[in-house]
């Protein structure tokens, strides 16, 4: 069973099937099929059929007659541009990351844990742009990336053992941490020196480093950081530019004490006020 099934399954009825059609549908990418989504196998086809037509009366998916498919409609965009405004870390970071972005000249990545998956929130490409995954509103893997790491070498204990579960530990290159055990001997080392590094984890030839953003209380609200190739710099080069990273953080992190972000629980994915 896959984890939308697991969700489907866990009691959370209607409303939680609903949820899960919400993110095939997103997750494809483009207008999807009637025929595509039932393929997945998820759903039963009058199920599927039902809550599909519930969910587009109800203006949360867009069906197009002309080409049979469905596609997030307009009140999702709208209740999603307003969890961007209020649960984001974009909207105050952003000047912040413009100012790190011009004095580095480097890919700058804002991310958060999202029931422990990285999601990108913002991004700023570098001068010489570079083609990678990461882009906003993309989720990545946490184990094989900067950001995923950063935030995570700083959870506690009960958080980070509900994160690790949910890790799949594909092995993406030659460097990508493939065990438990391996990410959990980094993590230690990444909390001992307060940074973490991508040593082409999850793209060859793509390498960072990360700094978490923590609240006053020393809960992780986030992470930063900073990308670019092996080709164009190195780690060590990388690694000189944390002092400068630190204090973008510092400043997110204070208004984002101010704004009263709330803070994510990683263990569910839920969130609390600061």
């Known amino acids: ?19 899960d059609i919400l993110d095939m549908v997103a997750g494809h990418g483009r207008p999807v099929r009637f025929s595509e989504l039932l393929a997945e196998g998820r759903f039963p086809k009058a199920t599927l059929y039902r809550l599909l037509q519930t969910l587009t009366n109800q203006g949360m998916l867009a069906f197009d007659p002309e080409r049979q498919s469905y596609a997030p409609g307009m009140r999702l965009v709208r209740l999603a541009h307003s969890a961007w405004r209020q649960s984001s870390l974009a909207p105050v970071a ?21 029931t422990g998956q990285v999601l990108y929130v913002d991004k700023r490409n570098a001068r010489q742009p570079v083609e990678m995954f990461s882009q906003a509103g993309k989720v990545g893997p946490a184990y094989c990336t900067g950001v995923g790491k950063a935030m995570m070498a700083f959870l506690d204990a009960a958080e980070l053992e509900g994160v690790v579960q949910r890790q799949s530990f594909h092995r993406f290159t030659e460097h990508t941490l493939a065990s438990p055990e391996a990410l959990k001997a980094e993590l230690a080392a990444i909390r001992a020196r307060g940074y973490a590094f991508d040593r082409e984890e999850h793209e060859p030839g793509i390498i960072c480093v990360a700094l978490p953003i923590l609240s006053r209380g020393d809960r992780v609200i986030g992470a930063l950081s900073v990308t670019s190739t092996k080709e164009r710099t190195t780690l060590a080069a990388l690694e000189a530019l944390v002092p400068k990273i630190r204090e973008t953080a510092a400043r997110i992190a204070a208004e984002a004490e101010s704004w009263r972000f709330p803070e994510q629980d990683n263990r569910g994915g839920r969130s609390c006020l600061a």
């Open 1 to 19: 069973m896959n984890e939308l099934q697991s969700a489907a399954a866990s009691g959370d009825g209607t409303v939680g099937k609903a949820l």
């Open 94 to 114: 952003r000047p912040h990351l413009d100012a790190l972005a011009a004095e580095v000249g480097e890919t700058i990545h804002l991310a958060q844990l999202d």
